[in-house]
Each structure stands twice: as C-alpha cells, then as structure tokens.
C-alpha cells in the first residue's frame, strides 16, 4: 500500500512540475552521486551488468526541483537513524544534513543504453544541497525495462 501512495505521490508531483518551469540543477549528469547510485541500485537490486551500459549514451532529464520540506527531511531523518548502527548522529543532526544550504528533492530520468541498443528507463529521487551531490539518494522506480 505504501508502495502504491508512493508512485501516487511522485506521478502528481511530475504532473505538477509539467505545468511549472523546473529550475536546473547542476547535479542532473550521468557522472553525479546521483547517477552513480543509480548504478549501483541496478547492480545490486537488478543485478545488470553495468559493464554493458555505454555511459556516453545515458541521457538525464530533471524532471522536478523541489525544496526539502521540514515534514520531508524529518521522514529521511526518522528512517536514517533507525537504519544506523551507530550512535553518532543524532536525529537533529539528520535533520540538519537534510534541511541546510538549500537542500533540494531531485527527481531525475536516467535513461540507460546497453551494448545491445536497449534502454532501461528509472525515475531517481535524491536530495542535494548548493554544496554536494550526495547528500540522499532516496530510491527509484522503474519506468521501462530492457535489459
């Protein structure tokens, strides 16, 4: 149930940000922290040969922008302190990794091409700041599947 309020969620978003113009981010490129836990999601949960994947060919495509709410990185926040098995963070210290320098919710389509000319297509959410790339990456849905 979960699952589906989530693609519920994220599909009214995108149809929300068709209407708005999205602000560019220069996280949205294949070669980003982004991009590359992309891949390694495809590796570890689909088990794809990332070798087969001619990166020269991977479009990106932002699809919305949005500034992280205090509901939202609190959410990120609650879930990253249960997972972690250490006593270092706090969950105000989650909640400040989530929330400072402009932290943003990317949604971006990566579009991947394989040696074989077929495409996987996903829809990666993650959040960035104005300082770094790799500040979540969230999770993706798969949008088409090839290989």
């Known amino acids: 149930m979960k699952s589906i309020l989530t693609i519920i969620a994220v599909a009214v978003v995108i149809a929300g940000s068709a209407v708005a113009e999205v602000k560019d981010n220069p996280c949205v490129v294949a070669q980003s922290a ?3 836990s992309m891949l390694d999601a495809m590796d570890k949960d689909m088990k794809i040969d990332i070798g087969t994947i001619l990166h020269d060919k991977t479009k990106t495509e932002l ?3 949005e500034t992280v709410t205090y509901r939202l990185a609190e959410q990120f926040a609650v879930t990253d302190k249960k997972l972690a098995n250490n006593k270092w963070l706090s969950l105000k210290d989650y909640l400040d990794i989530f929330s400072e320098n402009n932290a943003r919710n990317l949604i971006i389509k990566f579009t991947f091409e394989n040696k074989r000319s077929q495409h996987d297509i996903f829809l990666a959410s993650a ?3 104005d300082n770094e790339c790799s500040v979540r990456f969230n999770g993706y849905i798969i949008v088409k599947r090839e290989f």
Do not use: D, P, R
Request: charged share 0%; net charge neutral; no cysteine.
């Open 34 to 36: 982004i991009g590359i």
């Open 63 to 65: 699809i919305t922008n």
């Open 127 to 129: 959040l960035v700041n």
